[in-house]
């Protein structure tokens, strides 16, 4: 996987239900990296659509002042508290008082591989000439485990405490993980859960095939009419990945041709939506 033959795009868009996005994004390189990052505030905690730029920020910040071999090693929990924290230090500078309450999605490359980070929900689809591989996470009670719980033990202990007051053992990550195979029309699934604090990272394992890797964030699995139903989340997924050509801003063209079509449906996602891709120009 040439490092110059990577390419990235993205888009974002506000929920129907939001007055303000609360979502972020950042597509970005170095000599050395190629990378990807989207952020979804808390709606329920204040101020949190600019705790989500802070994550990012911080996120990238980390991506420039470390070398692709660092950023390689640093176990899951390392690099997320060096966000978290990084976040923090930014905010006391700042002098301002809003949540840093988010979920936080990375797609990393330095050419070996695509990896991705998850801290939180979110949605990871991997396209190659073989299969089509699709992801969507979620916690108990509808409460991701935020990296701001990392600066406060006592949000922490009350996370876990809400769980068992609604009689959990404890919390939960749901993995929900969906195939189709290049031949097929059909979508392959299988369900697993994790604890709330377990790694939650993708490795392209057969990356020369590899054709594009997307993260979004949660609101992917929003898309409903009024009154009805959330659409199915592979339906959304093949209009999502339905691309004509990989020319240009091609994840834009396909996203708001998306929304245009389910608009004219009365179809629409009611949460904010960030998504990012990396495409490997070798493969396509």
Request: glycine share 6%; net charge negative.
């Amino acid at each position: 996987m040439n490092l110059d033959k990577l390419r990235t795009d993205w888009f974002i868009t506000t929920g129907s239900t939001h007055n303000i996005c609360q979502d972020y994004v950042i597509t970005g390189r170095t000599d050395q990296l190629v990378y990807t990052i989207v952020a979804d505030g808390c709606s329920s905690s204040p101020r949190s659509e600019i705790g989500a730029k802070f994550l990012a920020l911080s996120a990238e910040s980390i991506l420039l002042n470390y070398d692709a071999y660092s950023i390689r090693c640093f176990p899951y929990d390392k690099l997320g508290q060096l966000i978290i924290e990084k976040a923090a230090t930014m905010r006391r500078a700042l002098g301002v008082d809003f949540a840093l309450d988010a979920t936080l999605g990375l797609l990393i490359s330095d050419g070996k591989d695509i990896r991705s980070y998850m801290y939180g929900d979110g949605c990871l689809i991997v396209i190659t000439k073989h299969y089509t591989y699709a992801h969507t996470g979620f916690y108990t009670l509808n409460a991701p485990y935020y990296l701001s719980y990392y600066l406060d033990r006592e949000r922490h202990t009350s996370y876990v405490t809400m769980h068992e007051q609604q009689d959990y053992e404890y919390p939960r990550r749901y993995s929900r993980q969906y195939v189709r195979r290049a031949d097929s029309v059909e979508w392959e699934h299988e369900s697993h859960d994790f604890n709330y604090y377990e790694p939650h990272e993708y490795y392209s394992p057969d990356w020369r095939d590899v054709q594009a890797v997307m993260i979004t964030t949660d609101g992917l699995e929003s898309f409903r009419a009024p009154g009805q139903e959330t659409l199915g989340f592979t339906a959304v997924v093949e209009q999502a990945t339905a691309f004509k050509n990989w020319q240009g801003a091609f994840l834009k063209r396909r996203f708001n041709k998306m929304l245009l079509e389910y608009n004219n449906n009365n179809i629409k996602p009611t949460d904010d939506l960030a998504a990012a891709v990396i495409i490997n120009e070798e493969c396509i």
